[in-house]
């Protein structure tokens, strides 16, 4: 079936740095997803991305994180600056409507 | 909110029984409601998803209704396999934008 890419697949970073997730989303797929998992808890959403534009984003998404798809290249995360609490999981995720697919997520510790 | 719960985090059964995994849910609209399951190391992937009451969808022997009248959207299957061992998820989704809200997921553990 159809995969999502998610590159790298960890990442340890020291806290205050910048980090970027990637993701590489089904190629018709016309909406885009970032949901965070700390180890032990639900996954749960952060925001998604519709046209260029973020559609909603949810009180997890701090003014530290952004994301952006620049002309049909990969989908990002970006967590500038980095903190404690950003150490979890994040799994990208793209649909055409409400079926979603998702990548096999990017482990990030912060240190 | 929306909210979805599943009651049980641990589930282990014996190869050859019966499965039910528990979901209910709160919504303030009508809401498609999923499961996905996820193998270790791997992506989540849909099991399941139904947008309408009392209509019983089936894929690789699970099936799941959903019951609009008490919010509710349980897995079975009848008959457990050693690779159904994982992590399944039920999820809810309404509205335009199309974000899942998940429970916060069962493991499921089969042994011969």
């Known amino acids: 079936g159809p995969k999502v890419l998610q590159i790298p697949s960890h990442q340890i970073i020291d806290m205050g740095q910048m980090v970027t997730l990637n993701c590489d989303p089904v190629?018709?797929?016309?909406?885009f997803y970032w949901y965070k998992q700390i180890l032990g808890q639900q996954m749960e959403f952060l925001v998604n991305f519709y046209n260029g534009k973020v559609m909603e984003k949810s009180k997890l998404f701090k003014d530290q994180f952004s994301v952006e798809r620049p002309d049909g290249s990969y989908f990002t995360l970006k967590i500038q600056p980095t903190a404690l609490e950003d150490s979890a999981v994040y799994f990208c995720?793209?649909?055409?409507?409400?079926?979603?697919?998702f990548g096999p997520g990017t482990r990030l510790t912060v240190l | 909110g929306d909210s979805v719960t599943q009651t049980e985090g641990l589930v282990t059964l014996t190869e050859g029984l019966p499965v039910m995994l528990n979901c209910t849910y709160q919504s303030t609209y009508s809401p498609f409601l999923f499961w996905y399951v996820q193998h270790l190391n791997e992506a989540p992937k849909l099991l399941l998803k139904?947008?309408?009451?009392?209509k019983r969808p089936e894929h690789q022997g699970f099936h799941a209704t959903l019951h609009k009248s008490s919010s509710s959207f349980h897995l079975q299957k009848s008959s457990a396999q050693l690779s159904d061992s994982a992590l399944y998820y039920c999820a809810l989704s309404e509205g335009s934008n199309y974000k899942l809200t998940f429970g916060k997921g069962t493991l499921l553990t089969v042994t011969p």
């Open positions: 190629s018709n797929h016309l909406y």
């Open positions: 995720a793209s649909s055409l409507f409400y079926e979603q697919y």
């Open positions: 139904s947008f309408t009451d009392n």
